[in-house]
């Protein structure tokens, strides 16, 4: 069986989209996922997406890691899922209900209200999220957001300056954390602007991460570090994050489409 693909990015967080909302595909699960998204004998991507119909929603939106695995929020997909769209959307996700606007060359998204508590995150045990006594080699006191997805945030004079492909898997893979994490080191520049790098949770070190900038800001702005709207500047681009009154996370963006293409289903299945 043919199937068309599109491929797609946000700041070079890159994506291969799957549209089954008019016609289904055979179920895509974790080794599927995992195929296509291999950079060697597959199409290669961060994600893989996967379009469906929604009983609650315009559509529903799956993200698939790296690794295979399903998670519940992607935030530079969603903005590429917008571009594809092309007009505002209602779209469940595993995190629950996010509404796509696009925007010229990208996408508005609400990624709806982060959740601090520390069963939230989730942690193996109670403690404070705000400023975790924790640490590992030169990453400590994090704080940590659920933004539809678990994110821990360390703030440090240099994030550059951070082994990350040492450092993040070591805590992604915590036992502290029993849905693993996604791991941030950020630099707070100004009251308005932090840099981000971010080691994925099941994808490892991207060149951009939605949920990381979301999280990132929502933990800056609760130790007042920064105001509530914040540039995030990740080595793929900049996002814009603003933390409204009212609670709810608005991220604005770029997303790109590259190329559109199409594989045969039983090489990867
Ligand atoms: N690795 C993340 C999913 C993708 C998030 C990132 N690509 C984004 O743009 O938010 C997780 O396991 O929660």
Known sequence: ????????????????VLDARD????PVDADV??????????????QLILLQPSEQADFRMRIFNHDGGEVEACGNASR???LLHAA????ETGGGLIDLRPADGGASVDMGVPRFGWEDIP????MDTLTMPVGWDMLEEPGAANVGNPHV??????????PLETLGPLVETDALFPQAVNVNVATIESRTRLRLRVWERGAGLTRACGTGACAAAVVAIRRKRVGRSVTV?????????????DGRITMTGPATESFRGEFEWDDFA
């Open 1 to 16: 069986m043919r199937v068309p693909f599109i491929k797609m990015h946000g700041l070079g967080n890159d994506f291969i």
């Open 23 to 26: 016609a289904p595909l055979p």
């Open 33 to 46: 996922a995992r195929a296509l998204a291999d950079r060697h004998t597959g199409i290669g991507c961060d």
């Open 80 to 82: 590429a899922v917008a």
């Open 88 to 91: 505002p959307a209602r779209v």
């Open 123 to 126: 942690l193996a045990y109670p």
């Open 153 to 162: 945030v360390f703030f440090i004079e240099d994030c550059d300056a951070v």
């Open 233 to 245: 500047a990740l080595p793929g681009g900049e996002l814009q994050i603003d933390w409204g009154e």
